[in-house]
C-alpha cells in the first residue's frame, strides 16, 4: 500500500492542480462581469396579474433597481398555471441576471409538493437570489364574534365538527389545519380561490373564522367589520400594534409562523457574483426607511437574505409543509 502512495502522489496533486487552474478563469470571468452588471435591461418575470403583491413589490424593487443602476428594469407579467408558466420561462432563460423570476412560495415550495408534472424544477433549475418579502396571515371573526382566540378554540371545543374555517392560499390553509391540529380542535376547513372570497364568506357566516393576508383583513378591521384575533407569526405590525401572536394568546408555543412569502429567483448556474450582488442591491433598497415604511403600510413587510438563506429557508419550508401534507392533508387544501 505505501509503495503504491508514494508514486501516484505527484500524479494526484497535478490533476488537482490542474483543476484548479482550469477554473480560475472562468471565476475571473464570473467577477468581472458582475463588476459590469448590468450592462442592460433586466427582465422580472411576475408569474401573477398586474396589481398583486408579487406585481407590487416587483415593481417598487424595480424602480428602485433602474435609478441605482440606470440600467432599465421591465416587469412582465405571466401568469397562469399556478405561477408554473412564469417559473417555466424563468428556468429556461440565460443564466446571466439579465431574466430574473419573483416567485412566491407556492412556486417553490408547494408546486413541487402537489404537482408531479411541473414544466421545472425548483431544486435544480434555479438559484436562490433573496428574500423579499413575507406577510403573516391573519386569524379573524366578524365584529360579533369570538373575542379572543382562547374564547375561538373554548367555542370549537364546545361544539365539534361545527365550526368552519376559511383560507385561501395553500400556504394558508396548510397553516389553518397546523392550527387546529395544535390546538386540538375539530373544525372544517373551507379553501377559497382568493381572498375577495374569504371575506364574502367571513361577512355572511358561511366561516367562522378565517386566516388571511393583513393587506386584505386591514380595512375590513378598521372599518369595524372584522376583528383580528391574533397574527400567524412574530412579525410587528406597526398598524395592528395590539394584536398578539397565536403562538402566545392561544397558549401553542411549539406552533411555527405561517406566511405566505415572495423571493427573487435566477435560473441555476447565474454566476455567483452576480447573484450576490443582486443579493446586496435588494439589501439595500429595504434598508432605506421610507422604502421600509412603505411597504409595512402596503401590508408588505420587507424582508432581505442572503442567497444562502433563501436555500435553506426553501428546504426547511418544503420539509416542514411536506411532512403535514404527507399525513393527509393534501386532500383538504384543494379546492
Known amino acids: 500500500m505505501i509503495e503504491f502512495a508514494l508514486p501516484y502522489a505527484p500524479v494526484v ?3 488537482t492542480l490542474g483543476l484548479l487552474c482550469a477554473a480560475w478563469p472562468a471565476a ?3 467577477a468581472a462581469d458582475a463588476r459590469d452588471y448590468p450592462t442592460r435591461t433586466i427582465r422580472m418575470i411576475v408569474p401573477f396579474p398586474p396589481g398583486g403583491p408579487a406585481d407590487t413589490l416587483a415593481r417598487i424593487v424595480g424602480h428602485k433597481m433602474s435609478e441605482h443602476w440606470a ?3 421591465v416587469i412582465e407579467n405571466r401568469a397562469g398555471g399556478n405561477t408554473a408558466i412564469g417559473a417555466a420561462l424563468v428556468a429556461k432563460s440565460a443564466p446571466d441576471g439579465y431574466t430574473l423570476l419573483v416567485a412566491m412560495d407556492v412556486t417553490m415550495v408547494m408546486n413541487p409538493l402537489l404537482t408531479s408534472d411541473l414544466p421545472y424544477d425548483a431544486r435544480s433549475d434555479f438559484a436562490p437570489v433573496t428574500l423579499l418579502s413575507k406577510s403573516i396571515s391573519l386569524v379573524t371573526v366578524r365584529s360579533d364574534g369570538a373575542k379572543t382566540i382562547q374564547d375561538l378554540i373554548a367555542r370549537a371545543k364546545a361544539n365539534p365538527g ?3 374555517m376559511g383560507a385561501g392560499t ?3 390553509r396548510l397553516g389553518a389545519l397546523a392550527f387546529a391540529e395544535a390546538a386540538g380542535i375539530d373544525v372544517t376547513l373551507i379553501p377559497y380561490k382568493g381572498s375577495s372570497d ?5 361577512l355572511t357566516g358561511a366561516v367562522d373564522f378565517a386566516l388571511d393576508s393583513v393587506a386584505n383583513s386591514l380595512p375590513l378591521i378598521e372599518a369595524g367589520k372584522f376583528r383580528a384575533l391574533a397574527k400567524y407569526g412574530e412579525h410587528a405590525l406597526p398598524m395592528l400594534p395590539d394584536v398578539p401572536s397565536l403562538a402566545v394568546a392561544a397558549g401553542l408555543a411549539g406552533i411555527q409562523e405561517s406566511a405566505t412569502w415572495i423571493g427573487l429567483i435566477a435560473p441555476a448556474r447565474t454566476p455567483k457574483p452576480i447573484v450576490a450582488k443582486l443579493a446586496r442591491e435588494v439589501a439595500g433598497i429595504f434598508a432605506e426607511p421610507a422604502m421600509a415604511a412603505r411597504l409595512d403600510q402596503a401590508g408588505l413587510f420587507a424582508q432581505s437574505s442572503t442567497p444562502q438563506e433563501l436555500d435553506a429557508f426553501i428546504h426547511s419550508e418544503t420539509a416542514r409543509w411536506g411532512k403535514l401534507i404527507q399525513s393527509g392533508a393534501a386532500d383538504k387544501i384543494r379546492n
Open 71 to 73: 440600467k432599465s428594469v
Open 162 to 164: 361545527k365550526l368552519n
Open 13 to 15: 496533486r497535478a490533476a
Open 28 to 30: 475571473a470571468q464570473d
Open 198 to 202: 374569504i371575506t364574502q364568506g367571513l
Open 170 to 172: 395553500i400556504t394558508s
